[in-house]
């Protein structure tokens, strides 16, 4: 008798049909990408042996009945019995490749080995009955024995096996991307033939309207440069985006960005303007809020659910992401291997590099290494570019051609002036003019006390205040409402007063901006939102820079490095006129040298993070444990207490949903829907969240909001309205007023 070993209970799925699964996308794989630089031939054993020991008794009352046992060795092992050493010998594999195949089946699943040998003879002796009631095509060995210690002892190749460690990532990687891909019924890539005719289509409707239109310099030089690592200075309005999707052309592509409204707005016009239709196997968005985003999405053409494994999985040919989402490899956690193995044949674009903290650029540099090693590609575009990154760069050993600048400074866009004095009521009224006027500040509580005085003056009929402490539903209506005035196209006036968080996450163009200083690339990229593609004719200044007179700006020492807040200090004092944007570039790269840094605690931390990074144990770390350093382990998600109370019908309500049991023996369809019912009601929970600074709630938490085993919310003591956002959080000695970053 023939028995249906499962592999797969929801929906249920024999061994045979989930491996054969595999195996289409592995031919897929292979006709899209047949120079892919990873054995195909072991590849394809570990596509073929990588589930067997899920025939192991144990495994199927599992699946079958729901009944676990704490005894249970993780299949990927014994799947290793299966392994017969001299039939892939004599088929011309070597010893290492021996070991790549049974490291890649063993770790397939990051699982605790925790068995004994004795444990393991039992089950294997169990396993050879199995075989004996196992039929499949594909499978022509039929010995079952323990895997000889020379080809398996527990330990994985690290980066201390030179080459044979990048081979081994590259066949568990790929592996583990087929695999997730079957199981998800989803193909594991989908081919990027697409890319060049939509942007030659968008350029030939441009020509429809004006025949001189074409591709400006900074665009075809990319063009020209697609097979090679660069890196382009570029000033605000050139056009990085199209630049940047040139370069990647008919290739897998990721777009990288540091923030997510950045990511959804560049997202939405590559749908509407570029990539017209078929956005479901062409483009995705990947960051923390992907689900929901796709969810109110108006290129929504599949299924949600569908639509957004496939971005999980990495399966779309371009994917616009925040760098958390495919850089946390660096930290060679365990399971990190399907990133890398996806980023070795994909072409990588940097988008404002200047924006990254030094934490996130040592892993930036450090994973263009890993990628560049491995046979990935990259562009860095970005408005400034330190100096010190290009000295950085070379020191790893990363080849790229040197940098080339693209400006044009037949367009005044600035008149900037410095006064020498903290942000003040007094100097903004002497200049303020009945506009559109962006205040900028380095902190909330700054932001908060400028906002204040305005309101207090009724220095205008609309004023409103924008940072990063406020609830995500709130926030994502002040959004739109700072986008609705600062719309190029918009006559209206008014004054909206915020922090960095304005920088580069939001296209908006004002009249007139009154800043801090903070340092010279910050400040720069603030004034990309005064007059951001037009030409300036006035007379008047129409940029304002507080440099803190004899006193430091807000957030010095805190968000902003006290000695390049020095530096750039000097070189901005006194400038009284016309700032072009040769001008800019050239003070950044006097002032971003490796000599004037090397001293600094911004330098000094990448450095150490780059030896950091470099000392980790391959394999030491849990994804869970770099998730939580890439998304700052210093603040947290917390509910306002005044949020809660109003609310607390509707919390409730998500709270039952998302605590909903999903029963086994519901019928699959009910099953997806339960899911994409919990995902929404996760969705509207984080709308009443923001993120504050872990040391200003550990004495401030009134209770915590219990979600799940293991996701806690704490529900804090603090003031917080629509209008303010989070204005202060109660401990229970003193009242200490939020005075952190954006």
Partial sequence: MINQYLAKSHPVETIQEHTDRLMENYNLLKSIYPNLNVNWDILYYGCLYHDLGKMNLRFQNKIVNGIRDEHEIPHGILSLAFLDTTYFLEKGLSSNDLKILAQSIAFHHERDITYS?????????????????????????????????????KTRFSQENGSVFYDYVLVKGMLNRL????????????????????????????????????WNALQKYLKSHQD??????????????????????????????????????????????????????RVGLLHSDTYNEYNISNFLEEDVDDYYNKTKQLSLPLTICTLDQIFDFVFRFRGFEPKLATLSYSKVVIDEIQMYSSDLLAYLIYGLKMITHMGGKFAILTATLPLVLVDLLESEGIEFI??????????????????????????????????????????????????????????????????????????????????????????????????????????????????????????????????????????????????????????????????????????????????????????????????????????????LNLKHLKE???????????????????????????????????????????????????????????????????????DFTTSVAMHKIKNSVDFYLEVSKFWRIPVIDCQYSFEYGVEHVKSKTINRFIDDEG
């Fill in 117 to 153: 040998s004795e444990a393991l003879e039992v089950e294997i002796e169990s396993l050879k009955n199995e075989r004996r009631a196992f039929e499949y095509d594909k499978l022509t060995t039929q010995s079952v024995k323990k895997l000889a210690v020379k080809y398996f002892d």
């Fill in 179 to 214: 695999d997730y891909a079957a199981s998800a019924h989803i193909p594991v890539e989908n081919n990027n033939n697409f890319l060049e005719k939509a942007l030659e289509h968008m350029m030939s409707s441009w020509q429809k309207n004006n025949p001189k239109s074409d």
């Fill in 228 to 281: 090679e690592n660069v890196i382009v200075i570029a000033q605000t309005g050139m056009g990085k985006t199209e630049a940047g999707l040139l370069w990647i052309g008919d290739h897998k592509g990721f777009f990288t960005l540091p923030l997510k409204t950045a990511i959804n707005a560049m997202y939405k016009r590559i749908c509407s303007e570029i990539i017209l239709n078929e956005h479901g196997r």
């Fill in 402 to 607: 040197p940098s080339k600048t693209f400006v044009n400074n037949t367009i005044v866009r600035h008149h900037l002036k410095t006064i020498h004095s903290k942000i003040n009521l007094h100097d903004i009224l002497k200049y303020y003019r009945s506009q559109k006027v962006l205040i900028i500040c380095n902190t909330v509580k700054e932001a908060q006390r400028i906002y204040d005085e305005l309101v207090e003056n009724e220095v205008s009929d609309s004023i409103n205040l924008f940072h990063s402490h406020y609830i995500r539903r709130d926030r994502k209506l002040k959004e739109s409402q700072i986008l609705e005035l600062g719309d190029k196209h918009f006559n209206g006036t008014g004054i909206w007063v915020t922090t960095q968080v304005v920088e580069a996450s939001l296209d908006i163009d004002f009249d007139i901006l009154f800043t801090e200083l903070s340092d010279l690339n910050s400040l720069f990229q603030r004034m990309g939102r005064c007059y951001r593609g037009r030409a300036y004719a006035g007379s008047a200044h129409n940029c304002y820079v507080f440099d803190g007179g004899e006193q430091f700006c807000s957030g010095v020492g805190f968000v902003v490095d006290q000695d390049i807040f020095n530096m750039s200090k000097v070189a901005i004092s006194g400038w009284n006129g016309i700032i072009t944007e040769s001008q800019k570039m050239n003070l950044v790269e006097a002032l971003y040298t490796t000599s004037n840094l090397k001293e600094t605690e911004y330098y000094q931390k990448i450095v």
């Fill in 616 to 686: 980790i144990d391959d394999h030491e770390m849990n994804k869970k444990k770099v998730q939580e350093i890439f998304r700052n382990i210093n603040s947290e998600m917390v509910i306002p207490m005044s949020v809660y109370k109003e609310n607390r019908l509707e919390i409730d309500e998500i709270l039952e949903v998302i605590t909903t049991k999903i029963e086994r023996d519901l019928e699959p369809q009910e099953i997806k829907l339960l899911r994409k019912k919990k995902a929404d009601a996760k969705n509207k929970l984080s």
